[in-house]
């Protein structure tokens, strides 16, 4: 044994730890905190007081005033918010212990905080309560926006405030909006092009920012100086600070009214109550493993493959989520997702689907465990990127989702419906650049909250109704938006055609949008959004999963001018602007829904579509009437009445011929059977040792989640992996306009191999 | 004065008749068939206590004045014509798609939040009646695109053969300029001329509101069309019977806006939920009439607790985007706010936190309260109350509804004896608690989130329930004095009689009052005032033609103002209505600022991202005469009435039941006063004194609840 590593005596042993303690280089993100989505064990305080008798009442009155005065600060930060977000309920207010753990959130707003806001407060209560440099003191408020350190994504900001009673901190108030504009490579917060953690804006792990009731200036003017919007980042700073200091000044009354005892025993008992009641309803599933594999199309640079495995375990009254064999993480593209997002978006699968009943607090997640591979897309390092991290938290909602209407189907007790998964993507656009009014604004679309909702066991699903991850949110008023933002929605949220999601019961469809800036010295859009090529959505017992349709574009013209002079040229819808292509010597392009941000030409149009929910149950099984009244209100053809519904009937009328119907629907059954296989010959063709040649693909493949399948990018080009995660190298991609130009050379080089000239 | 004022309501017609200095209520049962028959029944029985004929009456009054919930009736009946609608192209799904969150307005939290069943109601216009329209119009009212003429015909005549029995027109940004929609409108009356049989109604979306917003403006011209004719049918022949009886004056209509109108310058629109309006109308007559300056009106009945504001200087509370059924509209309202809390909530065991729940379930009228014995089988907050002591079983409701106090426990021990272990008085207790919790947490978030204090409002209480809880309610806010109003059982009609004639108009206007990004300060005066004055042109226009005088005429001028990018604004009521230099532009930031600090706290405000006006709006009205009630406050001189007996009553707070004096009616008579604990039973409602509270009588059956630490004194 050499010297170096020679046991330290005891006394050797602390005066390492106090150099060490001392030499700390960076308080990062702090694995011990970020790993454990759980609430905190009885401190004693609680565990003395909870061993008195307990009035049920009286506690639950605490709860109700605490809910009340958050409901407040709520009502105060969407009225007065600048950010878009607060506008459209992408906000929250709540309360936590004195350790941090989350008690008590506002009732309208994102659920998915409920699993996230714990973790800033635990790192200020161990970090910053000793440092002499810092400290927490009354009147303090600290800001923090930083996935890394917990949050949804970085485009997020909150205000976290200190509750003293009697000179000790009694509990933590917080408020957290959506701001859009961080400073990050693209406008608008969640950049797509993203290609490392530096390009995401922002990075804010907690810090103080008003000292004692005094802003900061000095750090407030930082913060200004660091994004493109400094209005706004003044504003909503003291939006959110002074709706914590509403919810402070309600905590303290209810204190007053109530004594510091039966505060505190309130919040333990609600963690309790939530965590004991989330254990009951677990235990109603019945034991097994349940699995589902989902899919996404894109790094939001180019199309590929990656996987995402989700299988549930229930036993009695715990539930264990498995993600490993999720792709790996890409260090330099934009859709990883920190362990704590993606348990944000599995919560919100849970919250508002499966419980939306039951009050939101970090407890309800103390029932299950979550495996991973670290160094997956779902559980990144810290330098991952993360600008669009909501990729692979709407992935873990859809995952949760698809699974959990299998496991409580036959549950005699249910808290929601039975319904088909959501849809799932950012189909909206981002924008950037100067208003009409001069200022420079980057934000993004409200059109994001329209998505599809699933069907359901027993209906329909509702059209673009509400994002999945925030109920009552609002997709706003186009001529309230068109006041302040430089761009128009030629087509404006128009159901799309034949964008449907087939079943028994359909899902709700999503729309369609034409944008064009107009009046504008610079102005530029962009997409985050995946799914153009394999559906994000699946459908439920025999529903279809949605319609996968691109981002389009036409250029060269200027549209107003069209619209002006030639007005016959202009449609308003998608199918036919891009079928048709009306308008002479425009160019007409589509693509994946990724795009950085690309700048606009005045007239320049942009399209995409929101998706649809899933469909539920087998297309033959839909009433005939609803097919057809489908098509009186535009929503489907009549090419997908008949090839998709089986539905005979007279386009002019809409009159079905019922047994004509039924014949070919009989007739449709019938084949189906002659197309059916054995279960083990289509195992037998289906399965394959490894994913097809040509698709570039992410992760485990089939059944076996331990090696994880992967194209990685050398000096010679891309090489195919298989590995266990920890044993995967890092994965960068080149930049595809680096290989347009590299395949643009080959081109050049081989006709001047040829002779003709270099410039052809 | 002499003057008749009318609630019409879903179940009961109330009638409040103004006869020199004496006043007269009556009530009879709302004839849904022929309104004029129960409103007949109500005045004549009014007309006996008089002691004059019907006629004489009716020709004797300076006017006939209504508010009425038809118009939500028929909305929730679905009992209109087919409405057809044409929109800008690009612009089919608004309507259908309801802003995302269509599935959830009017609904509770729960409902709300519970995605995975939320459905929107079924629309008033299905998409095969809903037709676009080939243009374009931007934000400053510039015309892209030409409306095609033919196309016009085209889709009009689509909408007809559909089957359109009303039209309406909704395009993109036409509040900034119209001619499109008139284009439509002028087409459509050549090709469907209006003096032909079968000529339908044509309305267009910026006459009705002057605010942007393309859905909530469309969903409010659609109920608008909706409703029309139904509205038009009942108060014509409302009219019509007036007419037939002596009165030759124009019938006045309450509108939503807290203001009234001749039949000719009122919308169906307006006319929705102006009953319960009404009432906070006779909640501010109330308060100019003891001088009081801040009241929180409530009105708890069986199923609901209604919450208004009235704030003396400080403007009307409105709500610019209220809910109407299921469907948001852009009409100034005044705001009223609705817990789902009265005496037929139902109790039940949250097994959660091990606690009592109340809400937001309903037992209703029918089979109402377990005690009630009409099938009931759900414990309610009448129960509890009927338990606690509060209720005499034989005098409830004027003795009509006989009450059974066995019902009441086995129905609470059914519910809760597996859970909790208490007795079924204590259980009362724990409902009695929680159902004043809840409602006073309502009201202090209301009261709260505009930046006032509760404890410095007194406490309108009137509904069957609200004498009987108010204590409770008031005891958790802080409040320390509580109004029970005379007249309470007809106070919409009482309120309808003391509206203003009143409009409003208003227009969406991007004004920079501070630009951030020049730094500039507001300076085109010509363009504000223009506007302004134009307002005020149509105010007094809708006056006139009701033949009054224009120069009685009065303007408020309003200006819904932000901070930078905000979406909501703050009304700010503006004290000059020109602008005309730099100074008066500093003074409305100011008043901006003041109004801003007070609800959202001092420093919270943000000049430094730029102040703007987004919306310009002027009431027009004219000061009426309003009905003089005279000393409604105590007398300084009381005495103490002769208690009928004694009831041991439970309260919360006691572990033991009290000696409660009980009273009749007669304790109700002016100038007297009962210590708590006390119950008086009256015909309409029970007055519950809690400990530590008393009353004081003034006259008119104004009833003062003064918690004992309050030295008393109207002021």
Redesign the interface.
Known sequence: MTQAQMPYSAEEQIKVDEFLAGATLFLGPDPEIMRNHKSAPRTPLEEELLSQPID??A???V???IV?GL??AY??M?????APG??WGDLTSAVYSAGGDLVHIS??GV?AFASVLHYPVRFINKYWASEPSVGIHDGDAFIHNDARYGNIHCTDQSIIMPVFHEGEIIAWVATVVHEGENGAKEPGGMPSSSESAFDDGLRMPPFKIFERGVLRRDLLTFLQNSVREP??Q??DL??KY?AA??IKERVLAVIDEVGRDTFVVSLR??LE??EA?ARRRVSLVPDGTYRVNLWSDSTLRENLLLKYPCAITIKGEEMTIDWRGAAPQFLNRAFNSTLGTSKCGMNQGIL???W????RGISVMNSIEILTDPGSCLDPTDDAPLGQSLQGAFKAFAMTQALWSKLTFSCEEKF??I?AP?FNQINTFLFGGITQ???F?GNVCADL??MG?GA?AY?DG?????P?FA??????????I???VPF????????KRDNQAFGKYRGGMG?EM?LAA?GTPFWGFATVSSGSKFPPTPGLFGGYGCPTLPLAKIKGVNV?DE??NT?EN?Q?DFETLLNEQPIPGARYSTHHMGMALELANEGDIFMMCQGSGGGYGDVLERDPAEVMADI????ISGETAREIYFCVFDPETLAVNETATTQARDAERRARLERGRPYPDFIQDWVTEAPPEGIPYYGSWGDDNSMIHAVAWGAAGPIKLVAPMAQMPPIMLPDPKDLAILGLQAEIAALRATGAPSDA | MRRISVDIGGTFTDCFVTWDEEFFQSKALTTHHNLSMGFNHALDQACQRIGKERREVLGGVDSVRYATTLGTNALIERSGPTVGVLVT??????I??S???G??EGMD??A?????????PEPLV???LIR?L?E?V??AGEI???L?VDDVRRQLKALIDAGAEALLVSL??A?ENPAHERLVQEIFLSEYPAHQLGAIPMLLSHQLSGR?????RTTSTIIDAYLHATMYHALSDLEQNLRANGYAKPMLVNHNTGGMAQLNSTDALQTIHSGPVAGIAASEHLAGEVEIDKIIATDMGGTSFDIGLVTVGGGKHYDFMPVIDRWLVSIPMIRLVTLGAGGGSIASY???????QVGPRSAGSDPGPACYDRGGLHPTVTDADLLLGYLDPSEYAGGQIPLNPARAEFAIEEVFGDHLEMDPIEVAL?IK??VD??MA??M??EL??RGYLPEEFTMLAYGGNGPLHCCGIADRLGITKVLAPPYSSVFSALGAGNTNQMHIHERTI?I?LF????RQLFGDFDLFNGIVEDLESLGTADIVRQGMDPLKVEHRLELDMR??????TLAVVVDRNRLRSVSDTLAVADLFSQEYARR??Q??Q?P???IRISTVRVASFIVGKSIAFGTLAPASELSEPTRRTTRMCRFPGFSKALETSIFDQSALEPSQRVFGPAIVTAESTTYLVEPSWRIETGDRGAVWFFRNDNAGGVR
């Open positions: 049920s009442d506690l639950d009155k709860r109700k005033r009340a409901d407040e009502e105060m969407e009225q007065t918010g600048a607060a506008k009732s309208g659920l209005k706004l003044y504003q003291k939006v002074y200091l509403r008992k609600s109550d939530v009641e508002a689907f499966l939306p009943d039951l009050p929601g419906a319904i959501w009014h001069q200022e604004v909250n329209g909702g359901r209906s509702e059209h673009s109704m509400a999945f109920a009552m949110a609002d997709i706003g008023e186009q001529e309230i068109e006041e302040d128009m929605q030629l087509i404006s949220k128009k159901i729309y034409a107009k107003f619209m002006k007005p202009w308003f009186e209100a535009g929503y | 192209a690009g612009f089919e799904s608004t259908a798609l802003r995302g969150r599935y959830g939290a729960l709300k939040n519970d995605l995975s069943s939320g459905t929107r299905p998409p095969r676009s080939r374009r931007n934000y892209l695109m030409d095609s993109t940004n509040t942007k917003g393309e859905y909530v949250n097994s959660l936190h091990d606690s009592v724990l608690a929680e919790d809840q947490n309502g202090g978030k709260r989130i991007a920079n630009s951030s990004a020049t901070y930078g990018n905000q979406l909501v959202y706290g420093g919270s943000s430094e991202a730029g």
